[in-house]
């Protein structure tokens, strides 16, 4: 009997080994095969959701950029106007990659990437608008 494919749950052990991967080796460092084994899922898996590693880079970018905008809302109680809550944003951003070296590598990834620096910059954009 065939073995079911779960997306979701594929999508989630990616998602969980590229984190662990990027943080400990950096993204240039992380194959997609340490990938594919860390995530135990296969390379058709992979493909199926992702295309490739900038994929998975730009579904971490998001993530980061809610989670940052978010964490800048919730310093100014979400009374700040948009700009002081960009400002925290950056400030979060830029404290986080002081923190770790492969951390960085992946910020310079996402703002050297075409696809992700298009999120970044529209995101950015729809925050300030607001």
């Not at 579904?59 to 109680?77: I, W």
């Not at 979060?92 to 590598?105: A, F, G, H, K």
Request: with cysteine; aromatic share 12%.
């Amino acid at each position: 009997m065939a073995r079911r494919y779960n997306s979701e749950e594929s999508k989630r052990r990616i998602l969980s080994a590229c984190v662990r991967l990027f943080i400990e080796k950096g993204y240039h460092n992380t194959t997609v095969a340490e990938i594919l084994s860390e995530a135990n899922v296969t390379n058709s898996s992979f493909q199926n959701i992702f295309r490739a590693k900038d994929g998975v880079l730009l579904d971490l970018t998001e993530f980061m950029f809610d989670s940052q905008f978010a964490a800048a809302r919730n310093v100014g109680k979400n009374t700040l106007a948009p700009v002081y809550t960009y400002a925290a944003e950056t400030a979060i951003q830029m404290t986080l990659t002081e923190l770790n070296e492969n951390l960085r590598d992946i910020y310079v990834e996402a703002y050297s990437n075409g696809s992700t620096t298009e999120y970044i910059f529209q995101r950015t954009s729809t925050e300030l608008y607001g």
